[in-house]
């Protein structure tokens, strides 16, 4: 369990190599910069919110012009390309496509400007396509909508909102003018919503008529061809024709770009790449000539910054040790531990003059994820699937690639745990024995008969072994506890706060397994000495505790009701060791949901139904088992690390290292050291 001692570094270096520097500190990603302010009028502070701005909107318009491009030429990806991570570029490479990066942020504004020209021929093709919708009732009609007449005549050209025929008309036009004759009624289109009409009636009578229409419900048409609908309509048919053509050859237009499409990709990153090395300018201090970078870097990558600073820029670099409460914090651990480091991470990370307690909590994590999940077969799954996963896909994000790895894990001591308790696809391998070959399954330790016990037909022992490992976390915690206080030089505190609980918890334990009622739970009964042994040893614990646990009150009263206080913290320590017995029930979870499985795929009998049913439920239900309580193992599996153990002696609040790296989507920079 190791942080890595943090310096802080100041660099000095001419302005003209600001950029250079800047650059070859973001690829490298060892430094975290913080904002520098000189008291000097020789030195200002810049002001890149325009360049920010500008690069900000550079990378959206590659992100655009992409999303363009994979809707209309698909990149094909495979099932698991998320778990690819970003391609890794070499700098030459890099260098050679920042060569390109104008003509492709050209090819990036001439696929926008097609889409555009998409966008807005569909915007007219739909206008037509109303208008075609407006005009198709009016089809039989041989003369323009626009028409009112002749000299001699008035024409009304409109429609009623509900079905009607020309008698109709005529007779409700009869009713209201009845001095008017000569109207003439001509259905042009009728359905159940509308009634399209053509009616024609001398001049004289033309207000007469029009007052008359009105009011019996017609209205004029909202679109009028100037006309006659048919030939309005091919009119429109090769509006949308010529729409159709140039949808169709900007579609072209973009495809044939298809080739760009990782460029654009880089093109994005590169500018999201600019806009962060812009935002960090803010941070640095500048004169007419010189500039001034100041931060945090991990000690064991500051030789080789420093000198890679000084020989290839001519920089002068300080180098000094962090001793400021806003240190960052780094974690380095070994290969075993280092997968767990994302639970503690999403918890708190450690105060800096705290111990890491990554080591210490990944050997208990492994071990309680496996006795909730314990089955051989669903261990070999998991850690099959992840170890296939990181041999595969070398260049994974280092996240993802650390929860693999920590599932790895999971997944060996998950088959660990699953032969130990004779858990293999539950009892898979004796039912298939006895269902389809009518014989004995062979007793193979592990995979049919357990190599310790079986938690389904001996769950009282499972649960002192629960609580066996939950005392045994908890004392963990608490050895933590004393050793950040050894490394503080607080050792009185030490016996205070630690081994008064060991005495006063272990003390306990001790004289309860002295009695009777014990024997029928545990197994065992100590002899009736250990019963004086663990009450001294209670006695004692309890009363440092209730003499120091106030000790920073230096009034009595007050230090004895802390203390006394302090002292009820034991019913704390009963709740979490009666939390482990989740350890039981998660385990038992598992081998009887899997048994249960096994035992309805049997019931069709060894036929070749019964073959095909076993199979599709033991596919589906012990794959439904292993999502569902592999869900439930790491979750609880947090809360023991959480609650319990971490409520013992951790405090956390630390800050994470933030280095002014790559922040990128798809391509990283490989740094040629």
């Excluded at 780094?330 to 990370?349: H, R």
Aim: with cysteine; proline share 4%; charged share 20%.
């Amino acid at each position: 369990m190791a942080m890595l001692k943090m310096q802080r570094i100041n660099v000095y270096a001419l302005l003209e190599y600001c950029k250079d520097i800047l650059e070859l500190l973001q690829r490298r990603g060892v430094m975290e910069i913080e904002n520098v302010n000189i008291e000097d009028s020789v030195f200002y502070k810049g002001d890149t919110s325009i360049y920010q701005a500008q690069y900000a909107r550079n990378a959206a318009t590659a992100t655009e012009a992409r999303e363009i491009l994979g809707r209309y030429a698909p990149q094909k990806k495979g099932l698991l390309s998320s778990f690819k991570g970003r391609e890794r570029l070499t700098k030459d490479e890099y260098d050679a496509l920042v060569d390109e990066s104008q003509d492709i942020l050209r090819i990036a504004y001439d696929i926008i400007s097609y889409q555009k020209n998409i966008d807005m021929n569909l915007a007219e093709k739909v206008k037509y396509e109303a208008q075609l919708e407006a005009v198709a009732p009016w089809l039989s009609l041989d003369v323009p909508m626009s028409f009112t007449g002749t000299s001699g005549t008035r024409a009304f050209i409109g429609k009623f909102s509900a079905r009607k025929t020309s008698t109709d008309i005529v007779t409700e036009l009869a009713e209201l003018i009845p001095e008017v004759e000569g109207i003439d009624v001509e259905i042009i289109h009728s359905d159940e919503n509308q009634t399209c009409v053509f009616v024609l009636t001398c001049t004289k009578d033309a207000e007469a008529v029009s007052d008359a229409l009105r009011r019996i419900g017609f209205e004029y048409p909202s679109y009028v061809c100037k006309v006659v609908p048919k030939e309005r309509e091919k009119e429109i048919n090769r509006h949308i024709n010529n729409r159709d053509g140039r949808i169709l050859e900007n579609e072209k237009n973009i495809k044939a770009l298809e080739k760009y499409y990782q460029k654009l990709e880089f093109l994005e990153d590169y500018f999201v790449m600019k806009a962060d090395r812009y935002a960090v300018y803010d941070d640095i201090t500048t004169s007419n000539h010189t500039f001034v970078l100041s931060g945090y870097i991990p000690e064991p990558d500051a030789p080789d910054l420093k000198k890679t600073l000084e020989e290839q820029y001519g920089a002068e670099v300080e180098l000094e040790e962090a001793t400021n409460a806003d240190a960052p914090v780094k974690l380095k651990n070994n290969k075993f531990a280092e997968p767990v480091e994302g639970v503690l991470a999403s918890y708190s990370y450690p105060d800096r003059h705290e111990a890491d307690p990554t080591s210490v909590m990944a050997i208990f994590y492994y071990i309680f994820f496996g006795m909730m999940f314990s089955d051989a077969g669903y261990g070999i799954v998991m850690a099959l699937a992840c170890g296939i996963m990181l041999l595969k896909f070398k260049n994974m994000e280092a996240g993802l690639k650390r929860s693999m790895k920590m599932f790895f894990w999971c997944g060996v001591s998950t088959t660990f745990w699953g032969l130990m308790f004779g858990s293999f696809f539950g009892d898979a391998v004796s039912v298939i024995s006895n269902t389809f070959f009518h014989t004995p399954p062979p007793n193979i330790p592990g995979l049919v008969v357990p190599i310790w016990f079986n938690p389904v037909t001996d769950p009282m022992q499972m649960l002192m072994f629960s609580f066996l490992f939950g005392i045994i976390h908890l004392f963990a915690g608490l050895a933590i506890m004393a050793y950040n206080d050894i490394r503080h030089k607080e050792y009185m505190a030490v016996i205070y706060d630690v081994i008064s609980w060991y005495l006063l918890v272990g003390g306990a334990i001790l004289a309860l397994l002295t009695m009777d009622m014990m024997g029928d739970i545990a197994g065992f009964v100590l002899p009736p000495v250990f019963m004086k042994i663990g009450g001294i040893m209670a006695a004692v614990g309890a009363a440092i505790i209730l003499l120091f646990a106030g000790r920073e009150s230096k009034n009595p009263v007050k230090r004895l009701l802390k203390g006394a206080y302090g002292l009820y913290g034991a019913t704390g320590y009963l709740s979490d060791i009666l939390s482990y017995s989740r350890l039981l029930a998660l385990g038992l979870a598992t081998g009887v949901i899997a048994q249960v499985f096994n035992q309805i795929g049997s019931m069709m009998g060894d036929g070749v139904i019964g073959v095909i049913l076993f199979t599709l439920i033991f596919l589906i239900g012990h794959g439904l088992n292993i999502g569902i309580n592999a869900l439930g193992a790491y979750v609880h599996t947090n809360r023991l690390q959480f609650v319990e153990f971490f409520g013992k002696f951790y405090k956390g609040g630390g800050r994470e290292f933030k280095p002014f790296q790559i922040n990128t989507k798809h391509y990283t920079v490989k740094e040629d050291k």
